[in-house]
């Protein structure tokens, strides 16, 4: 993203949708698909963060500039500003802003780094680490996302999205993570049928068809259940073992 490091507090809206939209398109998800969901899947973090971390790697550019570069004669303006308060809102005060946010007051106070690499390091683990908490509270929030928060609980790369080399099966895993498939679970929401009446229309057994009741328990796909998933993880099943098989599938015989 050019010229981030001084754009880059700005939310950006359309560069968000750049990510999101390529994820879903190349996924074949739908539009509907909750962002978090897929950005969580391939370890990846909505652009802002990135352009945080851009934004401090040049703040320390400008802290070892001469005093004599244009950019430094400017930092230092502005922060002369910003210390008598004459400067409300600008690109210095939102480095401040951020740095005691990420709990950084004291470098911001000193206007000192003492070892660039460690300190971007830090910076970087801390402004993803934020990221992910506000991601997965968000997630918490979305009934709709009630089995992806039973199998995913941190923000990493899955290794099926290499491993399963067809796209077609690759798109199917991830669009059955993110809620982004044709069960009654979700197709129901779309026709406002309360959560309960969302009964699974393959077998008897007169449960919701949900994620869990689709590949543990519904009688439709026994056949396909037997031959494919070990019998550890239908044998008195449970939401632990589920979470077990999901984090086993690429080993899985498909």
């Known amino acids: 993203m050019y010229g981030a490091e001084v754009w880059g507090f700005h939310c950006a809206a359309n560069i968000e949708k750049v990510q999101t939209i390529f994820l879903k398109t190349i996924f074949n998800c739908n539009l509907s698909t909750p962002n978090n969901a897929l950005l969580g899947d391939v370890g990846r973090y909505k652009m802002i963060e990135y352009r945080k971390l851009a934004v401090v790697k040049y703040w320390i550019r400008l802290l070892e500039m001469p005093n004599e570069r244009l950019p430094k004669i400017i930092y230092n303006h502005q922060i ?3 210390r008598t ?3 409300i809102n600008c690109w210095v005060k939102n480095v401040q802003m951020l740095l005691e946010s990420l709990g950084f007051s004291d470098v911001w106070n000193h206007q000192y780094v003492r070892n660039t690499n460690v300190f971007c390091e830090n910076i970087k683990q801390r402004i993803f680490d934020v990221a ?3 991601m997965f509270s968000e997630n918490q929030d979305m009934a709709r996302l009630k089995f992806y928060n039973t199998i995913k ?3 990493q790369y899955e290794p099926f999205v290499d491993i399963l080399t067809i796209s ?6 991830i669009q059955f993570r993110c809620s982004s498939h044709y069960l009654l679970i979700e197709r129901g929401r779309y026709r406002n049928v309360p959560r309960q ?3 699974c229309i393959l077998c008897q057994e007169n449960v919701i068809q949900d994620e869990y009741h689709a590949i543990i328990e519904c009688q439709f796909f026994k056949q396909e259940r037997d031959q494919f998933i070990p019998k550890y993880y239908t044998d008195r099943p449970n939401v632990f073992k589920l979470k077990m098989l999901f984090a086993q ?4 015989n498909f």
């Open 80 to 82: 002369s500003m910003l």
């Open 249 to 252: 599938l690429t080993t899985l």
């Open 153 to 155: 609980c941190c923000v």
């Open 168 to 173: 077609k099966f690759r798109n199917i895993v």
């Open 132 to 134: 992910q908490q506000t």
């Open 197 to 199: 009446n969302r009964l």
């Open 85 to 87: 308060g004459s400067s």
